[in-house]
């Protein structure tokens, strides 16, 4: 049901970004718990995204849309203790939380608009 790549190619590649970060975290940073909590919200965006692709029905595409949305919360939470614990820097907290506003702005837009859609064809 998603007509455009653009949020399927951009999670995953944002997926990519966490798999790296998780591996620096835990090798230069030796920090385990939050990396690892990252590393499942952050890939599970991704994962919840491409499964949206196969959606049985638009209520399920809207689902599947909705779990990554919050996965990209989730992320969004972790990165800012990574942040604040002085794990990561400004400059590596800004340029991942710029990815991952741009995916949370996009998966906001497509609900809004697939809701929109649905009521408009129950009407």
Same mark, same amino acid.
């Given at each position: 049901?998603?007509? /455009?790549? #653009?949020?399927?190619? #951009?999670? !995953?590649d #944002?997926?990519? +970004?966490?798999?790296?970060?998780? %591996?620096?975290l +835990?090798?230069? %940073?030796?920090?385990?718990i939050?990396?690892? *909590? =990252? @590393? +499942?919200?952050?890939?599970?965006i991704?994962?919840?995204?491409? !499964?949206?692709?196969?959606? *049985?029905?638009k209520?399920?595409f809207?689902? %599947?849309?909705?779990?990554?949305?919050?996965?990209?919360?989730?992320?969004? @939470?972790? $990165? &800012?203790l =990574? =942040?604040k614990?002085?794990?990561?820097?400004?400059?590596? @907290? /800004?340029?991942? &939380?710029? /990815? $991952?506003?741009?995916?949370?702005?996009?998966l906001? %837009?497509?609900?809004?608009?697939t809701? !929109?859609?649905l &009521? &408009?064809?129950e !009407?």
């Amino acid at each position: 049901m998603l007509h /455009d790549n #653009f949020i399927a190619d #951009f999670t !995953e590649d #944002f997926g990519l +970004r966490i798999v790296n970060l998780y %591996k620096y975290l +835990r090798k230069e %940073k030796k920090e385990y718990i939050m990396s690892m *909590q =990252l @590393y +499942r919200s952050g890939t599970s965006i991704g994962a919840n995204v491409a !499964e949206s692709k196969n959606a *049985q029905s638009k209520a399920d595409f809207i689902s %599947k849309l909705s779990i990554a949305l919050k996965e990209a919360g989730e992320s969004d @939470y972790w $990165l &800012k203790l =990574l =942040l604040k614990s002085q794990t990561i820097s400004i400059h590596e @907290y /800004d340029s991942i &939380k710029n /990815d $991952l506003n741009i995916i949370i702005g996009t998966l906001i %837009k497509i609900i809004k608009t697939t809701k !929109e859609n649905l &009521k &408009k064809n129950e !009407e």
